[in-house]
């Protein structure tokens, strides 16, 4: 069997990407390795350092059976973060818009927000999610039946990467069509078109000179 992968070591840094990946693999790395709940947060000190590791060693080891898994994330950002930064963050996750992302870039950098900002419900992280979308992909998930209110986050980013893959499909067609049907191809037609009846007419009157040449000559 494989043993499971631990985290990479968590410094206290405030640095949002740092901690999210501290999370998110020491979450995976618990559950692999089948840790009991009440021996979790101990386990993950092995992969604190700097801050973060002053701040178990000062206010949870002494005290571990009161910390649970998820309070314990919260209170190491509240300890490597600005006191505000859940505010600030609220306010990005307001204003952020997909932009030149694609749609799984776009889900995944949004996530990482709104893991800081814990006290957002599942049904309003869609709907976060939603209104940044390009209005297009929008109104292509109505038109698909979905509804801001009532799917899933996965529902929603499975189907709008569908739509981004077919609006993708459609672009490319219309540009090669745009291409097609530029002047110079017009003009390589029409030329085409006028040497095959120029080509023609040769071959007419060819012909006509022809059946002249074989009629018997008429009397004297």
């Known amino acids: 069997l494989l043993r499971p992968t631990p985290p990479m070591k968590y410094n206290g840094e405030p640095d949002l990407f740092a901690y999210t990946r501290f999370v998110t693999e020491s979450e995976l790395y618990l559950k692999e390795g089948q840790v009991a709940k009440e021996h979790q947060v101990r386990k993950l000190s092995s992969f604190l350092g700097g801050e973060a590791y002053r701040f178990y060693l000062q206010q949870v080891a002494s005290n571990l059976n009161r910390w649970s898994l998820k309070r ?3 209170a190491l950002m509240d300890e490597c973060f600005p006191s505000d930064m859940v505010d600030q963050m609220r306010v990005e996750i307001d204003n952020f818009k997909q932009g030149s992302r694609s749609v799984k870039e776009f889900a995944l ?3 990482q927000k709104l893991d800081v900002v814990s006290t957002i419900g599942k049904q309003e992280r869609v709907s976060k999610l939603w209104k940044g979308f390009h209005p297009h ?3 292509s998930l109505i038109k698909d039946r979905l509804n801001a209110n009532t799917s899933t986050w ?3 980013v499975e189907q709008a990467q569908i739509i981004e893959v077919v609006n993708a499909t459609l ?3 219309r540009s090669k069509q745009g ?3 530029e002047p110079g191809d017009q003009g390589n037609r029409q030329c085409s078109q006028n040497g095959k009846r120029a080509t023609g007419f040769r071959n007419d009157q060819r012909d006509g000179k022809e059946r002249t040449k074989g009629q018997p000559r008429g009397p004297p």
């Open 137 to 139: 992909i929008q109104a």
């Open 179 to 181: 291409r097609s049907n």
């Open 154 to 156: 996965k529902q929603v």
């Open 109 to 111: 950098a949004l996530q």
């Open 72 to 74: 314990f994330y919260r």
């Open 171 to 173: 672009q490319a067609y």
